[in-house]
Structures are given as C-alpha cells and as structure tokens.
Nanobody, 119 residues
Framework: QVQLQESGPGLVKPSQTLSLTCTVSGGSITTSNYAWGWIRQPPGKGLEWMGAIAYDGSTHDSPSLKSRTSISRETSKNQFSLHLSSLTPEDTAVYYC???????????WGQGTQVTVSS
C-alpha cells in the first residue's frame, strides 16, 4: 500500500517561497512509469494540478505556474518537494501530493496540508 505524507509550514508570508515535502512509503519514487505530483485546492475552488516529477527525474509543470514552481526529489529519502515562489494570499490552499499512474491518473493521495499565505 503506497502512502504519501506532506510536510511543511502552515503559515508563510507574502513574497516568500513555500517549500513542501512529500514522504512516500510502500513504493519507490524511482519505480518506472510513475510520476509524483502536487495538486492544490484553494478555499471554495476546485483542484489545481501544479506539476509532477517522473520516475526518471524529468519534470512536468503547469503552464500557469511554471515560472514560480519547481519540483525536486531526494531519492535516498524517497521524498519529493514542491517549491513555490513569490507567494500571494491567492496561494492559500490545501496542498496534496499524489502518485500519478497510468493515463496520468492520480491513484494515491496524501492527506493534504493547509498552507495560509498572510502577513
């Protein structure tokens, strides 16, 4: 059973950079044909896909967030991370890490972590 767990600050200030880490257990982030991604949901809005890093380390970014996001990984710890820069209050959301399987389906989700951007 694959499990994902997000970690990071719950409160960040505008203009800062948010860094979130997802720790994966029950499966390796280097297993072929899977990717590991980030999705967020602002209050009262729908889910927004932010990007993913594939098993080979290649990244896939959302066009709308590409200039502000980067996704990295630490294979020795079986973790991957999201970095989102130039934060504004509109970045307030619940952030989820996911496993992306066949057909780009998000088949495993973390429980989500609330991030609030406020001064």
């Amino acid at each position: 059973q694959v499990q994902l767990q997000e970690s990071g600050p719950g409160l960040v200030k505008p203009s800062q950079t948010l860094s979130l880490t997802c720790t994966v257990s029950g499966g390796s982030i280097t297993t072929s044909n899977y990717a590991w991604g980030w999705i967020r949901q602002p209050p009262g809005k729908g889910l927004e896909w932010m990007g993913a890093i594939a098993y080979d380390g290649s990244t896939h970014d959302s066009p709308s967030l590409k200039s502000r996001t980067s996704i990295s990984r630490e294979t020795s710890k079986n973790q991957f991370s999201l970095h989102l820069s130039s934060l504004t209050p509109e970045d307030t959301a619940v952030y989820y890490c996911v496993r992306v399987g066949a057909g780009w389906a998000n088949d495993y989700w973390g429980q989500g972590t609330q991030v609030t951007v406020s001064s």
